[in-house]
């Protein structure tokens, strides 16, 4: 129980410096009508005491949510199931938690090094599809790639539209009806985001260059003025429905302790 009780709490902070990130996103997109990504947020934090203070506290939430993701996906401590679209959400998680802890450990680096400058040229969407250009098949997967990221997007619109977000909180933020169109418009601009980065990874694919490939700040940069504060403003709410989450989600269901006794029993016999 105390295991999990701590996996809760690393979950929690990893909402909260998720919401960090996609506020601050969303806040440059509307303030200064640029784009941003989150490598180049943590950069920029790292540029004053306070600022290295705060990417800490993310970097802190990035990889507690990352491990809860992994540790979820592996112990389906929402009680996904083990059929096919249990197994396809749960590994979706696990994929979830490898990317978080990936971004926490590039925070830490960021404040290792100790610069506020960002190295090299190339953005990390770029770099990815190199190093998948140069492998046996690697047209493939960056299709694969593609289509998965586009299918998240929609998945996001689905989400939006549907309001599936709500299930994971408790009563008091998921009968609100605030906490609902927040929900809705963030899910429908991180929707876009997405099925715009997978697009540039489908083109990646088609052309066979890597330069075709892009992250969010190639997404927001893709889009008109009128279109970056829209999406920008999407971007900001949906920082806040994370924070939201980091109070009210339900992290875990609510017999996941007999779940997992009952698993623990059926693989000693």
Not at 15 to 22: H, K, N, Q, T, V
Not at 234 to 261: D, K, P, W
Request: net charge neutral; with cysteine; glycine share 14%.
């Amino acid at each position: 129980m105390n295991t999990i009780s701590k996996f809760e709490t690393l979950a929690r902070l990893g909402f909260a410096g998720r919401g960090l990130i996609y506020v601050m996103i969303g806040y440059l997109a509307l303030r200064y009508r640029e784009s941003a990504d989150a490598p180049e947020i943590m950069h920029s934090l790292n540029e004053s005491a306070i600022g290295a203070l705060v990417l800490l506290l993310i970097a802190v939430g990035l990889l507690g949510y990352g491990a809860w993701r992994l540790v979820e996906g592996a112990l389906d401590l929402e009680g996904k199931g083990d059929d096919a679209k249990g197994m396809l959400l749960r590994t979706a998680h696990l994929l979830s938690g490898l990317l978080h802890i990936g971004l926490g450990g590039y925070a830490l680096s960021v404040l290792a090094d100790g610069s506020g400058e960002r190295k090299g040229d190339e953005s990390g969407s770029e770099q990815v599809a190199g190093w998948m250009l140069d492998i046996p098949g690697g047209y493939l997967l960056i299709g694969i790639v593609g289509a998965g990221l586009i299918a998240t997007g929609l998945f996001q619109f689905l989400a939006a539209w549907r309001l599936d977000f709500l299930k994971h909180l408790l009563p008091r933020a998921a009968n609100s009806q605030w906490v609902a169109w927040v929900g809705r418009l963030g899910y429908a601009a991180r929707g876009v985001v997405f099925v715009l980065i997978g697009l540039f990874f489908w083109n990646a694919a088609s052309s066979g260059r890597k330069s075709e490939a892009g992250g969010m700040d190639d997404a927001l940069d893709w889009l008109n003025q009128d279109q970056l504060v829209v999406v920008g403003i999407g971007l900001v709410l949906f920082g806040l429905f994370c924070l939201v989450e980091a109070i009210y989600r339900r992290i875990t269901s609510e017999n996941v302790i007999g779940r997992l006794q009952a698993k623990a029993r059926s693989h000693r016999l």
